[in-house]
C-alpha cells in the first residue's frame, strides 16, 4: 500500500498545471456549452488543449494523446478542476464512446474518427434512450434495414446529450426486428448531417438547449460505420455504460475541487447569519458529510484505479460509484444553495452586459441531472443488490 | 501509488479470519450473552488462539521479539474481527494500546505480557472530542475512579488520569484495581469501572509527552473501532441478503422486491465509499503522513455513518425476526451501535474536521 505518487507524477502534474494556469479561461469567458455561440467557444478551448496535448492524455499518441496510465489521466484532472477548466464539450466522444472505440473499432474506424474526436473538430452526442425505452434500454425500437453497402435507419432518439449542435451521433439500433429485448441491436456511427436526420432541441431545466431529440428517417449508414458486429449492439453498448457510470465520466477532481469551495463558502458565511460555523449546527455537519463523500470518492478511485492497472476489470462496483458520484454532487451543491440561502437563486453578471445562472445554481441543475441519466439511480441500485448482493431478479 | 493490500498483508488476515472462524461463531456470542465468563480476555481460549498467532506483539520491532508491522497489516485483521464480533479486545490491544507503549520507549517489562503472557488491554479514562481529547478518569481520595473500561476484564488497561501538571498515561493492571461491571446493552463489550492507584511504577508518560501520545491513543482508538465497523457492516448486509434470499412472501423471495433491494443497495454503497477511507487512514498513521488527524476522522464519519445504516436497514429487512434475541443479528447490530459513538461519532468527527480545515485555510499565504 503506498499512496504517494512518484516523481515521475509529481513532474506531470507540475506540468499540466503550467500549461492550464497559463492558457484555461477565466471563469464566464467561454459562454454556456449549451447554446450555438458556446458551442464553439468550447470547441476553439478544446482545440488548445488538443494542440498542447492535453486533451485525452491516455490515449495512443497516434490520435494526440500521451499515452500515460490511469494515475496520470486522475492527476490530470485533478488539476483540470483545480485550474477552474469548463465543462468538456466533447466528454461524449472521449470519455464514453472512445474506451468503446478503443475494444470494438476497426484499425479505420479509428483512424477515421479519434484525431478529430480529440481535437473537438467533430463533437459526438449519444443515441441511446426512446421515448419509450429510457431505463428500459432494451425496449429500443428504432430499426435498422439493410440496404446495398449499408443499412437505413428510421425511428426517434431523445434525450441526446450535445444533440443540438454535435456533427455525429453513436446510437443503438434494432437489426432483427424478430429479436427479442437484448437481442438483435447494432451500434452504429452516424453523421449528424446525413439527409434524413432531423434535430429538435430540447430546452432544460435552465432553458438552454443543453440536449435533443433527433428523428431518422431512411437515414444511410455504411457498413464500415457499424461498430463491433451487427446483432452484438448490446454488449457494445454495455461496455459505453461501464465506462459512463464507472470512473471515466466523472472523476473525483470535480467533487473534491467543488467541496473545498463549498468549505470556503461555509468558512466566510458570517456566523451571526445563522451560526453556521458552530460546528454542531446542522449546515456546517451537511456541508462535511458532502466534503467527506468527495474525499471517499477520491480514495475510492485510487483502489478502483490500482485495480484496473492490476488487470482487474470494474463490473457491477460501476453502478455503485455511479449512484455515489451522482448524489454526491446533488449534495455539495445543495449544501451550498442552502448557505446561500434566499439569494441562491439570484443569476449573476456574466460580463456581457447579462446575467447567468451563478456558479453553484448552475452546478446544482448540473447535478440534478447526474442521478437520472447514464442509468437512473433505481436501476443502479437493482444491479447493486442482484449483481453485488445475490439478491433474486423480479 | 499502488492501493491495494500485499499478498502477505492478505495471508496474514485470513489466517487470522480461520482462526476466528473456529472461535468466534455467532453460537459462541449467544453463550457469552448467557453466560459471562468472568476470566474472557484474559484466559479463553478464543484469546489464546488468537493470541499465539502473534498479532498483539505486531507494532512491536522484530528486534525486541515482535513482528515488526505496521497498521497497514492490522487494519485488514481489525475488520476481520469486526466481520464475526469479535469480544475481546485484539484490535485495541494491537492497533491501540502496545503502539502507544512502543511510542512511549517504556521497556521490555511493559511489552512482555503482550509479547508471550497473553495480555488483553484497552485505553480508559478518556473520551474523543472535535477539540481533542478529554479526559474521564476522576479523583477518588488517593485512588482514581475510571469508568466506561471496554473490556473490563482484560489483563491490561492503558488509562490517562489528570494531574496538576497536565495529563498522565498509566498502565494498570486490572487485577490491582477494584473492578465493578456495568452493564451495557451490548453484553459482550463487558463494560466496567476500575478504582485504582496510579503510582510512579504505573506511569508511562507525563507532561508534553503524555498530552501527545493521548492524541495518538484516542485517533488510533477511533480508526480502529471504524475497521470493525466495515467488517460489522459488511457481516450485517451479507446475513440480510442472505435471509432476503430466502424468505417467500407472496410466493418469492421478499428479495426480489425493489423496496428491499433498495434499502441493502443503499448499505452496501455506502460500505463500498467507507472502506478505502479507513485503509487509507491505516497508511497514513502507519507513515505518519500529516494528514493522518484528518484522514482518520474521514475514516470513522463515514464507517459509523456506514454502520447505522446498515443495522438500520438490516433489522428492517429481517422483519420481526431480526427483532428476536435469539437471532444472529443483533449480536451484530448492537456491536456496531456502540462502536458507531465510540471514539468519536459521524458528527463528532465531522466537526473535526470542520476544525481542521479552518486552521489550514488560516496559516495559508492570502
Redesign the interface.
Request: hydrophobic letters at 45%; proline letters at 6%; a positive charge.
Given at each position: 500500500m503506498d499512496l504517494t505518487f512518484t516523481p515521475e507524477h509529481d513532474a506531470f502534474r507540475m506540468e499540466a498545471r503550467a500549461w492550464l494556469e497559463a492558457n484555461v479561461p477565466p471563469p464566464g469567458a467561454l459562454r454556456s456549452l449549451d447554446t450555438a455561440e458556446g458551442f464553439d467557444d468550447h470547441r476553439v478551448f478544446e482545440r488548445q488543449l488538443f494542440d498542447a496535448r492535453w486533451s485525452v492524455v491516455s490515449w495512443p499518441k497516434a490520435y494526440g494523446g500521451r499515452e500515460v496510465g490511469i494515475m496520470e489521466w486522475l492527476i490530470f484532472e485533478e488539476e483540470y478542476y483545480r485550474a477552474g477548466g469548463p465543462r468538456r464539450v466533447s466528454q461524449n466522444g472521449i470519455f464514453l464512446l472512445a474506451p468503446t472505440m478503443f475494444e470494438y473499432a476497426t484499425d479505420a474506424q479509428l483512424e477515421r474518427y479519434m484525431a478529430k474526436m480529440a481535437s473537438g473538430e467533430e463533437i459526438w452526442c449519444q443515441g441511446w434512450s426512446e421515448p419509450d425505452a429510457g431505463s428500459d434500454l432494451a425496449g429500443i425500437r428504432s430499426k435498422a434495414t439493410k440496404t446495398d453497402g449499408g443499412w437505413l435507419l428510421s425511428g426517434q432518439k431523445t434525450w441526446c446529450s450535445r444533440g443540438a449542435f454535435a456533427h455525429r451521433c453513436f446510437g443503438i439500433f434494432r437489426t432483427d426486428p424478430s429479436a427479442e429485448r437484448h437481442r438483435g441491436l447494432t451500434y452504429f456511427l452516424i453523421p449528424m448531417d446525413a439527409p434524413g436526420v432531423t434535430v429538435r432541441p430540447i430546452a432544460q431545466l435552465d432553458g438552454e438547449t443543453g440536449f435533443a431529440e433527433v428523428f431518422f428517417d431512411e437515414v444511410f449508414v455504411p457498413d464500415e460505420d457499424v461498430l463491433g458486429t451487427i446483432g452484438d449492439g448490446w454488449k457494445v453498448a454495455m461496455a459505453t455504460a461501464g465506462s459512463e457510470r464507472g470512473i471515466s465520466l466523472r472523476s473525483p477532481a470535480r467533487y473534491t475541487e467543488a467541496a473545498d469551495k463549498l468549505v470556503d463558502l461555509l468558512l466566510a458565511t458570517p456566523v451571526d447569519e445563522g451560526h453556521h460555523l458552530d460546528p454542531r449546527s446542522a449546515i456546517a455537519d451537511e456541508v462535511m458529510k458532502a466534503y467527506a463523500d468527495a474525499q471517499a470518492y477520491k480514495l475510492h478511485t485510487y483502489m478502483t484505479a490500482t485495480k484496473v492497472r492490476e488487470g482487474h476489470t470494474v463490473g457491477a462496483e460501476a453502478s455503485a460509484t455511479k449512484i455515489f458520484w451522482s448524489e454526491t454532487d446533488v449534495a455539495i451543491h445543495r449544501a451550498a444553495l442552502r448557505l446561500l440561502g434566499e439569494s441562491a437563486e439570484l443569476e449573476v453578471d456574466d460580463g456581457r452586459g447579462g446575467t447567468d445562472l451563478s456558479e453553484w445554481l448552475d452546478g446544482y441543475l448540473f447535478a440534478l441531472s447526474g442521478p437520472i441519466y447514464a442509468g437512473t439511480n433505481e436501476i443502479q441500485r437493482n444491479v447493486v443488490a442482484e449483481r453485488m448482493l445475490g439478491l433474486p431478479r423480479a | 501509488?499502488?492501493?491495494?493490500?500485499?499478498e502477505e498483508?492478505l495471508v496474514l488476515r485470513d489466517a487470522v479470519t480461520a482462526v476466528l472462524a473456529d472461535w468466534c461463531t455467532p453460537g459462541d456470542l449467544h453463550e457469552l450473552y448467557a453466560n459471562d465468563a468472568p476470566d474472557a480476555g484474559r484466559s479463553h481460549p478464543r484469546w489464546n488462539a488468537l493470541f499465539n498467532l502473534g498479532i498483539t506483539a505486531l507494532h512491536i520491532p522484530e528486534v525486541d521479539g515482535g513482528l515488526g508491522l505496521d497498521d497497514?497489516e492490522l487494519i485488514a485483521i481489525s475488520e476481520a474481527a469486526g466481520r464475526v464480533a469479535l469480544p475481546e479486545p485484539l484490535s485495541e490491544t494491537a492497533g491501540v494500546v502496545v503502539p502507544i507503549l512502543v511510542a512511549s520507549g517504556a521497556g521490555h517489562h511493559a511489552l512482555e505480557p503482550f509479547l508471550d503472557g497473553g495480555g488483553a488491554a484497552t485505553l480508559g479514562g478518556v473520551t474523543f472530542t472535535?477539540s481533542g481529547p478529554r479526559i474521564t478518569s476522576v479523583a477518588d481520595g488517593d485512588r482514581v475512579r475510571t469508568s466506561g473500561i471496554t473490556q473490563a476484564t482484560a489483563s491490561h488497561h492503558l488509562l490517562a488520569v489528570s494531574s496538576a501538571s497536565g495529563p498522565e498515561l498509566h498502565l494498570a493492571v486490572t487485577a490491582d484495581g477494584d473492578l465493578t461491571r456495568t452493564t451495557s446493552l451490548d453484553r459482550t463489550r463487558r463494560l466496567g469501572t476500575l478504582t485504582w492507584t496510579p503510582t510512579d511504577a504505573t506511569r508511562l508518560a507525563s507532561g508534553p509527552l503524555a498530552a501527545t501520545l493521548l492524541d495518538q491513543a484516542v485517533d488510533r482508538a477511533a480508526l480502529y473501532s471504524a475497521a470493525e465497523l466495515l467488517g460489522l457492516c459488511d457481516a450485517m448486509?451479507t446475513l440480510t441478503?442472505a435471509y432476503?434470499?430466502e424468505r417467500k412472501q407472496f410466493g418469492?423471495?421478499v428479495?426480489?422486491?425493489?423496496a428491499?433491494?433498495?434499502h441493502?443497495?443503499?448499505a452496501?454503497?455506502k460500505l463500498?465509499?467507507?472502506?478505502?477511507?479507513v485503509?487509507?487512514a491505516?497508511?497514513?498513521l502507519a507513515t505518519e503522513?500529516p494528514s493522518a488527524t484528518h484522514d482518520i476522522s474521514?475514516a470513522k464519519?463515514?464507517a459509523s455513518d456506514a454502520a447505522d445504516e446498515a443495522a438500520r436497514v438490516s433489522l428492517q429487512c429481517h422483519g420481526a425476526i431480526g427483532y428476536t434475541f435469539e437471532h444472529d443479528l443483533h449480536l451484530l447490530m448492537k456491536r456496531a451501535w456502540a462502536l458507531s459513538a465510540a471514539w468519536g461519532d459521524a458528527?463528532s468527527h465531522?466537526?473535526r474536521?470542520?476544525?481542521l480545515?479552518?486552521a489550514e485555510?488560516s496559516v495559508l499565504p492570502s
Open positions: - | 501509488m499502488r492501493f491495494s493490500f500485499t498483508q497497514r472535535p448486509i441478503a432476503v434470499s418469492v423471495p428479495g426480489s422486491f425493489q428491499v433491494k433498495h441493502l443497495a443503499g452496501r454503497v463500498e465509499f467507507a472502506r478505502p477511507a485503509y487509507a491505516a497508511w497514513s503522513h474521514l464519519s463515514l458528527r465531522r466537526a474536521l470542520l476544525n480545515l479552518q485555510r
